[in-house]
């Protein structure tokens, strides 16, 4: 199983951008899906979360009424919406998908290690 992240750029703030992954390879379960970020110098991080189970979605308080994660099962992609982008969204945008369960049998979607297949990346940068 792969994922395939894309959509990043340049944009300044206030702009808007959208991020898709696509999963690819073998058919597998996917139970939650999620978008992560890393700035430099600083953790990877949590940005949002989709339930495959039940389209419930999470996000962190930082991004909350500014992005929107979104699911389409039928191609196997979800993607982020971000809207009124800050320079402090600029990092390395991760995508992820949880095979295993971990995150629908503790309810805890936040957490990079309850992800277990990563996409490799997409840069966004927001200029002020």
């Known amino acids: 199983v792969q994922l395939q992240a894309s959509g990043g750029g340049l944009v300044q703030a206030g702009g808007s951008l959208r991020l898709s992954c696509a999963a690819s390879g073998r058919t597998f379960r996917s139970y939650a899906m999620g978008w992560f970020r890393q700035a430099p110098g600083k953790e990877r991080e949590f940005v949002a979360a989709i339930s495959m189970s039940d389209g419930t979605t999470y996000y962190a308080d930082s991004v909350k009424g500014r992005f929107t994660i979104s699911r389409d099962n039928a191609k196997n992609t979800f993607s982020l919406q971000m809207n009124s982008l800050k320079p402090e969204d600029t990092a390395v945008y991760y995508c992820?998908?949880?095979?295993?369960?971990?995150?629908?049998?503790?309810?805890?979607?936040?957490?990079?290690?309850?992800?277990?297949?990563w996409g490799q990346g997409t840069q966004v940068t927001v200029s002020s």
């Open positions: 992820a998908t949880d095979s295993r369960g971990h995150t629908y049998y503790t309810g805890n979607y936040y957490y990079t290690n309850q992800y277990n297949v």
